[in-house]
């Protein structure tokens, strides 16, 4: 009897419970679309290229974000700080007002979103996207960044947020 690739698969459970040993850093990708400005929380971030400059996160097909993010000019990928858990919620959470006070952004480049005390932006123009699995991985060419050289990232680990502290 041959097994097919998904009777091969663990479930989903053992899954999630392996993952959760591995950190992630947190970002939120925000846009504008129609005047509005939209974002969302992820955790799968990732560099794909240097030449040309791309760079990766997956969303959930099921997410009410994605429709509107999907249809915008170009995204920002902030990097968050280590002290920003309440905003990486803020905008993982459902139904929520994310740039409403006391979330702090401005505009930048074409209108596109910017937040206030991350660590880094990443002003991207839509690459490419691609369906895989319950999620679309999101590809932007990156077209600018902005630094700030102190910042410590905020990670995810075993759902939570935490803070990166370096060795001695």
């Given amino acids: 009897m041959t097994r097919t690739l998904s009777d091969r698969a663990v479930d989903s459970e053992a899954f999630r419970r392996a993952l959760a040993v591995h950190a992630a850093g947190v970002v939120v990708v925000t846009a504008r679309t129609e005047g509005v400005p939209v974002g969302l929380t992820a955790t799968s971030f990732s560099s794909v290229s240097l030449d040309p400059p791309l760079v990766s996160f997956y969303v959930d097909q099921s997410s009410t974000t994605w429709p509107w993010l999907r249809q915008a000019d170009g995204f920002a990928v902030n990097v968050l700080a280590g002290d920003q858990a309440e905003l990486a919620a803020r ?3 459902k139904g929520a007002d994310r740039f409403a006070e006391p979330t702090r952004w401005r505009p930048g480049p074409e209108g596109v979103p910017l937040l206030e005390g991350v660590s ?20 932007g060419l990156v077209t600018g960044t902005r630094i700030d050289v102190g910042g410590r990232p905020l990670l995810y680990h075993q759902g939570r947020f935490g803070r990166f502290t370096p060795h001695p």
């Fill in 120 to 139: 880094a932006h990443l002003i991207c123009a839509p690459h490419s996207t691609v369906e895989i699995g319950d999620h679309i991985l999101v590809v």
């Fill in 91 to 93: 905008f993982a959470r």
